[in-house]
Each structure stands twice: as structure tokens, then as C-alpha cells.
């Protein structure tokens, strides 16, 4: 779940919102040929799947979509919607920019005996994605398929050809690092197999970036256990870039980018990075507590939940919108108007229970004793233990380790205003308070009791709703 949620998302989600409209409100295709509906799902679909692989194929097929469209459009607000779509994946391709350099010295790596061949794996995945989609393109020419096949098709072929751009374009970034001059950094390596670890420390020298990428040699064979080089990088330590690292005379040619950038603590002595103790890892910001945590009751229950105003707008969005766009794919296909209720309600009861495990149910409780959790399969309760720990991940995730369970809890940012639920440094705040007090207090008690709620009659009304209404969108459009 954590790639579809990256920026790319945005595309899928333009498309997800742009074939509501065109299918929906704005009646789909002009043109009466049963293949014109799923040649203009087709291109929809494409930009969106593409888009993971490489931003600039996804943005070309974006503007495919919005050419298509605007032939296919009963409306000129049905072609506008196509060309929002296209710019927002052109709009992505802004982030394959280069940042400006910082201003350090420029030199040219030194030529490795051969460049590698990268990319395989994404070179044989796209030319098989686009075998596949020409031989399907030829069983619906021959009529061995029918129409709907054309938007797999479209898709397969798009994902093939961005995965084809991916190739040529890491391949021309490597031939670029070693052809043109690089920005110079004295940085600490680890030899590895098949890889190198960088720690780029900063001019202070209190904390280093830290990355890694894969190199063509296939093992490091140095003696001893792995430790820190000095060495020079040449690149641009940015996730995506491309970088080559030299140490002690060896040259390490990469095959793949550089993979995520995190700051650490740097040990300057050891060229390492500075080892946190698990008691200072876990202190309690004595800031983040709520007014309500500060000096509560060791044993007095304190539960954190989704704010309800949140939980339930995400719950119904998800909701209406399964409904709608199941009722969508059904009109599509050209299912009779009676079909379309049951088809909505069915993907209409699938979106609101999935927002009802992931957004309404999920709650902690917790006191020096343990905690107890509901997650999207059940109930949970584990003790305290002296190698608990809670964090957060900056993305609206708490993990906390308790028992012998890994807990993950969804923590927002608060909505529609901060007194609707504790934050993410403040539920953790919270909970390393109780588990302070659990290693002063001996015997504990069990963990807080925690009961499953049932599902709230609100629920199936806005379910029934959400049906009613997609019914009543949809079957203007098909009667």
C-alpha cells in the first residue's frame, strides 16, 4: 500500500474521478460503436498504471487520453476533463527535475572497464506486456475477442511502453555519469555484495545522510566484518539519482538508483551511525502530551480512535464511491438498468465494510497494564514488556510493539479541527508515558478490556443511500 500512495497516486486518483464524470454525469462516449466506450476506459486506465513506471510515458499517454476524448466527447466539458486529467500527469513529470546542485567541486568518475546492461528485469516485463497486448489486439480484430479486451489491451501496451522508457532511461543516466563531469563528496562506504552503503555526513558533522544502491560487482571479497571507508561519490545524493562511488582505487559502477535518503545521527570517530540506547529512543516530550495525559492515573483506560467527523467522511466516499463505479463498469458493459442495482449494492456493501474495518472501527486503549486494539481483523490485548516501543512513521502510522504483537494504528493528522483526536506525536507521547509507568509499578494488572462495537444502523442508511443515488445517476444514462 505505501507505493500506490506515493505522489504518482494523484493520477490514478484524477482517473478514478475523471471516469466518474465521463461515464457518469457527462454520458460516456459519443460515438455509438460498442468499441468506443472501452477504447475510451482504455486510455484511462493506461496513464494511471503507467505512471509507476516512468512519469514521462504516463504524461505522453495522459495526452492521448485527452485526444481521444475530445473525439469521443458529446461535450466540451467531457474534452476539458480529459485535459485535466493530462495535465496533472504532466504536471508529476515536473518532479523528474533536477534539484539546483549544492556548490561542491565537479569532476569527471573515473571510466570503469564497461558499463553494465541495468534494467533487465523491466526490459523483458514491458516487451512481454507488449507481445501479449498485439496478440490480444489481433484475436479482437479477428473477432476471437470481444470489445472489452480493448481496454486491457491499452493498458498492457501502455505499461509495456513505460516500462521501455524506464530502460532507456536509466540506461542513458548511467552512460551520463561517467561521460559528463559529477558533483564531488567525501563520504563513508560500506562494502557489500553487490552493494554499497553511503553515509554522507554534513559540515557539523551531529548528522549524515544515509542511502544505498546496488553495484555491478557481484561480492565484495575484503576480509573482516563490514565497515566504513573513506571514499568519493560522484553524484547527486538524491532518491533516483544515479551515483558511482570510489573507494581505495575501486571503482563501483551502479546498477539501479539511489534508493531512499534518511538523516542519522553520525558518530564522527567511528564513521558510523550513532547507536540511540532504547531508553533515550523511547523518552516521553513531555510538550506532546495532552493536558488530559499530564499526571493521568496509571490505571485510569485512555483510548485514541479516528476523529468521527474524518472517519466518516472517508467511510462514505469510499462507500458511494464503489457503488458508483461498479454501476459505471456495469453500464459499460452494456448490463441491463435492472442489473445495476444489484451490482451496486453488492460493491456498495464491499466499500462500506472495508470502511468500516480501516476507518470507523479501528481504536486503542491502554494503561500501564498493556493495550488492547482493534484492528481491521479483531480484537487484540497485550501486556507491557521491557523491549515495548512506540513510534511513528511521519505518515500517519504509530507501530507499537507491545507483548508479543506488532501493532499498527492508523493516527491521521486530526480533522476538522486538532482537539478531534491526538496527534501522532501525542498518542505516542501518551503511550510511552503508560509504558514508563508500567517499569515502576510491580504487580500489573491485566490489559484494558476492549469490546467490538457493532455495526451503527448509520452505516447501512448511508449505504442504502449511496445506492439510491448511484441508481439515480445511472439510469438517466441508460434508459
Do not use: N
Not at 513531555?286 to 467527523?309: C, K, M, V, Y
Not at 505516542?428 to 503508560?434: E, G, T
Amino acid at each position: 500500500m505505501g507505493r500506490l500512495l506515493r505522489v504518482e497516486g494523484l493520477v490514478p486518483v484524477t482517473g478514478a474521478v475523471a471516469f466518474l464524470l465521463l461515464f457518469g454525469r457527462l454520458g460516456g462516449a459519443g460515438d455509438p460503436s460498442p468499441a468506443a466506450a472501452w477504447v475510451g476506459l482504455g486510455v484511462l486506465v493506461a496513464p494511471a498504471i503507467m505512471v509507476y513506471a516512468h512519469r514521462g510515458a504516463a504524461a505522453w499517454a495522459g495526452v492521448l487520453a485527452a485526444v481521444v476524448w475530445t473525439s469521443l466527447a458529446q461535450t466540451a466539458s467531457a474534452a476539458l476533463v480529459g485535459w485535466a486529467y493530462a495535465l496533472v500527469a504532466i504536471a508529476l513529470t515536473r518532479r523528474d527535475r533536477s534539484p539546483v546542485a549544492a556548490m561542491v567541486p565537479r569532476r569527471q568518475p573515473p571510466a570503469p572497464a564497461g558499463l553494465p546492461h541495468v534494467a533487465v528485469p523491466a526490459e523483458v516485463a514491458g516487451l512481454t506486456l507488449m507481445t501479449l497486448a498485439m496478440a490480444t489486439f489481433v484475436a479482437v480484430l479477428l473477432r476471437y475477442a470481444g470489445p472489452p479486451w480493448i481496454t486491457g489491451v491499452i493498458a498492457a501496451f501502455g505499461l509495456g511502453c513505460a516500462l521501455a522508457a524506464r530502460v532507456l532511461t536509466h540506461r542513458a543516466r548511467l552512460r551520463q555519469l561517467f561521460a559528463t563531469p559529477q558533483p564531488v563528496h567525501e563520504v563513508r562506504v560500506v562494502e557489500q555484495m553487490g552493494h554499497v552503503h553511503v553515509l554522507l555526513p554534513h559540515p557539523g558533522g551531529l548528522v549524515a545522510k544515509e542511502f544505498a544502491f546496488d553495484v555491478a560487482e557481484p561480492a565484495w571479497t575484503g576480509e573482516g566484518e563490514a565497515r566504513t571507508r573513506p571514499g568519493t561519490l560522484y553524484g547527486e545524493p538524491r532518491p533516483g539519482a544515479w551515483c558511482a562511488v570510489e573507494v581505495e582505487g575501486r571503482i563501483h559502477v551502479p546498477v539501479g538508483p539511489v534508493g531512499d535518503v534518511i538523516e542519522v545521527a553520525y558518530d564522527v570517530v567511528q564513521g558510523l551511525p550513532r547507536e540511540i540506547e532504547d531508553d533515550e529512543e523511547q523518552l516521553v516530550d513531555p510538550d506532546a502530551l495532552r493536558p488530559a495525559d499530564r499526571g493521568a492515573d496509571a490505571f485510569e483506560p485512555r483510548e485514541h480512535r479516528i476523529a468521527p467527523q474524518r472517519a466518516w467522511a472517508a467511510t462514505v466516499a469510499i462507500g458511494f464511491g464503489a457503488a458508483l463505479a461498479a454501476g459505471e463498469l456495469a453500464g459499460i458493459a452494456g448490463a441491463d438498468p435492472a442489473v445495476l442495482a444489484p451490482v451496486a449494492a453488492v460493491a456498495g456493501a464491499f466499500g462500506y465494510e472495508f470502511g468500516w474495518r480501516t476507518q470507523l472501527r479501528p481504536r486503542l486503549r491502554w494503561h500501564a497494564g498493556g493495550v488492547a486494539a482493534i484492528g481491521f481483523s479483531g480484537p487484540d490485548r497485550q501486556p507491557w514488556a521491557t523491549d515495548s516501543a512506540v513510534v511513528h512513521d511521519d505518515a500517519g502510522t504509530v507501530l507499537l510493539t507491545a507483548g508479543e504483537a506488532v501493532l499498527t494504528v492508523p493516527v491521521p493528522p486530526p480533522w476538522p479541527s486538532p482537539e478531534s483526536q491526538r496527534s501522532a506525536d501525542e498518542l505516542v507521547a501518551a503511550l510511552r508515558d503508560a509504558r514508563s509507568q508500567s517499569l515502576a509499578i510491580s504487580p500489573l494488572p491485566p490489559p484494558p478490556e476492549i469490546v467490538v462495537p457493532r455495526r451503527p444502523l448509520a452505516l447501512y442508511a448511508a449505504w442504502l443511500v449511496s445506492v439510491a443515488l448511484t441508481l439515480l445517476i445511472l439510469l438517466p444514462a441508460t434508459i
